[in-house]
């Protein structure tokens, strides 16, 4: 088969993700510190997140579903996966084959894998404020419980990245679940959870957007390097005389002869419309504004003072992700995870 090159390209760190680990397991204090990779490891390639993290010393990940356990087979010795979504009807097969434990999350699943599992351990989430996924408490306290080998016992914070009066209360009704429910762990804090302090570690933290590159507290600011790089090929360089428009809708008019770089991507590739207006790339240290909206798989950028930028050249965006987000209203989760299949996936050191 002929390899075809793609016009985009993520150049992911993955020095900067393994510091990014180390960072928050040893803000983790005692407990041991794993990684949520669901959703493709961020968008990031969950295999490739899986194995790097490996190899800086994780060993416990956290899947969203069956199908996203069942690519990361085979496992590598020591390595432990858990499912949060818990186990469906539908998902008995995968969850007695595959070496990887649900997290079960209500009084269905729990019976389910009481009548199917076979006695084998699983996880299990508590709901202590976010109504989301998980037995409520008064569920969990009321013997729903009782006989299961319990592998870790998680709960989920909803206020983390805020300063919230509900992280508080959380924690405590964490710590009465943990005094009354016996389970071999207990794991509560995410990546914003990690800076609340060590209260919140318990046995086991799973951070996801801080390796990332994400900043989900002010505390992590200058501690977390950026991982994601997303680079575009410009597929063409074009002149635009004084007062001539580009792009949908005619929003944006030269004040001056204008040289303009039109890079291959666009909203198809996660690259929104909301980006119009403040979205920025760089070539050779100058940087380039987005002149425009944003097409389906064709954005321009504003070269004219960029020197000699041509054809078949890289533009690198601007990607910080709290920088990006305030810029453009995304999430960071967003940023991240919104970034589709058309861009090749490139680890460097």
């Known amino acids: 088969m002929i390899a075809i090159p793609s016009p985009l390209r993520l150049r992911l760190d993955r020095t900067a993700l393994a510091a990014n680990w180390r960072w928050l397991a040893a803000q983790s204090g005692t407990a041991a510190c794993g990684a949520a990779i669901k959703a493709d490891g961020y968008g990031l390639g969950a295999r490739a997140v899986m194995q790097h993290l490996v190899a800086a010393g994780c060993r416990d990940f956290f899947v969203a579903s069956w199908a996203e356990a069942a690519a990361l087979m085979p496992l590598a010795e020591g390595v432990s996966l858990s499912v949060l979504h818990g186990v469906g009807e539908a998902d008995m097969v995968a969850a007695r084959t595959l070496p990887a434990r649900p997290v079960l999350g209500s009084l ?3 019976a389910r894998w009481r009548a199917a599992g076979e006695g084998r351990p699983c996880d299990v989430m508590v709901d202590t ?10 569920e969990a306290l009321g013997g729903a419980l009782d006989g299961l080998a319990i592998e870790t016992l998680l709960s989920h914070l909803a206020s983390a990245d805020e300063e919230s009066a509900q992280n508080a209360q959380q924690l405590a009704a964490f710590r009465e679940v943990r005094g009354r429910i016996p389970a ?3 794991s509560f804090a995410n990546s914003a959870g990690i800076c609340l302090g060590r ?8 951070p996801g957007l801080a390796l990332y590159g994400g900043t989900p507290r002010p505390e992590v600011a200058g ?28 929003t944006w008019t030269a004040s001056r002869g204008s040289r303009i770089a039109v890079a291959n991507m666009g909203y198809a590739d996660g690259y929104l419309r909301c980006h119009a207006g403040s979205g920025t790339a760089t070539w050779q240290s100058h940087r380039l504004p987005l002149a425009g909206r944003v097409s389906m798989d064709l954005v321009a950028f504003d070269a004219t003072d960029a020197g000699a930028i041509d054809e078949g050249d890289w533009l690198t965006l601007d990607y910080d992700l709290p920088e990006t987000a305030a810029r453009c209203g995304l999430s960071q ?4 995870t919104g970034l589709g299949g058309r861009w090749a996936r490139e680890w460097v050191d």
């Open 199 to 206: 209260d919140y570690a318990f046995d086991l933290t799973r």
């Open 108 to 110: 269905q699943q729990v």
């Open 223 to 250: 501690q977390i390097r950026q991982v994601v790089y997303p680079e575009a090929r410009v597929l063409q360089v074009r002149s635009v005389r004084v007062g001539e428009t580009v792009g949908y809708g005619a």
């Open 184 to 186: 071999r762990r207990y």
């Open 333 to 336: 989760y967003e940023l991240l």
């Open 129 to 138: 404020g976010m109504s989301r996924l998980g037995l409520r408490i008064d």
